[in-house]
């Protein structure tokens, strides 16, 4: 059974930061991604990362701010996310698929893309 548990969310002043751990468990997989979803807005992606770790790359968003790295002894991903921001807050899904998607076009960028999620970790930053 395939499981993502997220953890590591929690209120946080605009300007600091906060380091978002997903836990899988179940089998491996191709790659596994960050995305998050506003109130009234839709999912959006922030990072990926191949199951090697070879290949990343982020969402115009969390270009400069956010980076996204793995840990394959504990089969588990992090996003590590500075100067946050107001408009930061949201829940924050980890996603993994099984199968390859590409950086060029919807691929990775996709949620429906993606087979396996997490409930969620809420981010909250304060003004």
């Known amino acids: 059974q395939v499981q993502l548990v997220e953890s590591g969310g929690g209120l946080v002043q605009a300007g600091g930061s906060l380091r978002l751990s997903c836990a899988a468990s179940?089998?491996?997989?191709?790659?596994m991604a960050w995305f998050r979803q506003a109130p009234g807005k839709e999912r959006e992606f922030a990072a990926f990362?191949?199951?090697?770790?070879?290949?990343?790359f982020s969402g115009d968003f969390a270009k400069g701010r956010f980076t996204i790295s793995r840990d394959n002894a504990k089969n588990a991903v992090y996003l590590q996310m500075n100067s946050l921001k107001p408009e930061d807050t949201a829940v924050y899904y980890c996603?993994?698929?099984?199968?390859?998607?590409?950086?060029?076009?919807?691929?990775?960028?996709?949620?429906?893309?993606?087979?396996?999620w997490g409930q969620g970790t809420q981010v909250t930053v304060s003004s």
């Open positions: 179940g089998r491996t997989f191709y790659g």
């Open positions: 996603a993994a698929t099984v199968d390859y998607c590409s950086d060029s076009g919807s691929g990775c960028y996709n949620p429906g893309n993606y087979e396996h």
């Open positions: 990362i191949t199951n090697g770790g070879g290949r990343t």
